[in-house]
């Protein structure tokens, strides 16, 4: 039973451009929260999409969006990217239906030169 | 108010001691804490989770106390091991997984063999 993975692993990108990370959830899981962590910081909640819509959002400006697809598998898109973007971006998956936690990923690590 | 202060930011312990971590929260709708670890390139993974109708929870060597007036809960390593050398969060939501988490900064643990 395949856990939560995340593709890249990593990347790197310049000032300005647009990067989409990946994100396919748990067997079973029907919703994907995504989450900044900076080097040496904890989590930071971006937003969380269920039933392909956004359902929470943290306080990330309008250059974060997202995309949640039938398959529940979901995107996390950045425009315009900025040296603060560098990051580790980490997807999880959990069960509306179900009292259990969530799932994590293990990141994809975003660098901007 | 959505914030989680967690401390110490590192902890060296010997192998064999009690690592202990503490946190703190404002928000009372927070219904749901739980502790992650992680390991250098890897996502955080659940270690053990309480609920405010109880003010303690054991998992083998991993202890949750909670002190809901205080609005305060710790983790307790006993018998600490080398391997669990890691990084821990606390952290809190207001719904097991479908709703965002937010994170503490994170404890670094170290334990000398």
């Known amino acids: 039973d395949a856990g939560v993975t995340q593709s890249p692993t990593h990347l790197i990108k310049t000032r300005g451009q647009q990067v989409t990370l990946r994100c396919s959830p748990k067997?079973?899981?029907?919703?994907v929260s995504w989450y900044q962590q900076a080097l040496g910081q904890g989590p930071q909640f971006i937003f969380q999409y269920y039933e392909e819509e956004e359902r929470q959002r943290g306080n990330f400006p309008d250059r974060f969006s997202g995309h949640q697809f039938p398959n529940y598998s979901s995107e996390l898109n950045v425009n315009a990217l900025l040296l603060g973007d560098s990051a580790l971006y980490l997807c999880?998956?959990?069960?509306?239906?179900?009292?259990?936690?969530?799932?994590f990923g293990d990141g994809t690590r975003l660098s901007i030169l | 108010q959505q914030q989680v202060k967690q401390s110490p930011q590192s902890l060296i312990v010997q192998k064999g001691g009690i690592s202990i971590i503490n946190c703190a929260y404002e928000n009372t709708a927070f219904d749901y804490f739980p502790w992650y670890q992680q390991f250098p390139g890897k996502g955080p993974a659940l270690l053990i989770a309480?609920?405010?109708?109880?003010s303690e929870k054991k998992e083998g060597r991993f202890t949750i106390s909670f002190n809901k007036s205080a609005k305060q809960f710790s983790l307790h390593i006993m018998d600490s091991q080398p391997g669990d050398s890691a990084t821990y969060f606390c952290?809190?939501?207001?719904?097991?997984?479908?709703?965002?988490?937010?994170f503490g900064a994170g404890t670094r643990l170290f334990v000398k063999a």
């Open positions: 952290a809190a939501s207001t719904n097991t997984g479908g709703f965002k988490t937010i």
């Open positions: 999880a998956s959990s069960s509306d239906n179900s009292n259990q936690p969530q799932h």
């Open positions: 067997s079973g899981h029907d919703t």
């Open positions: 309480i609920r405010p109708d109880v």
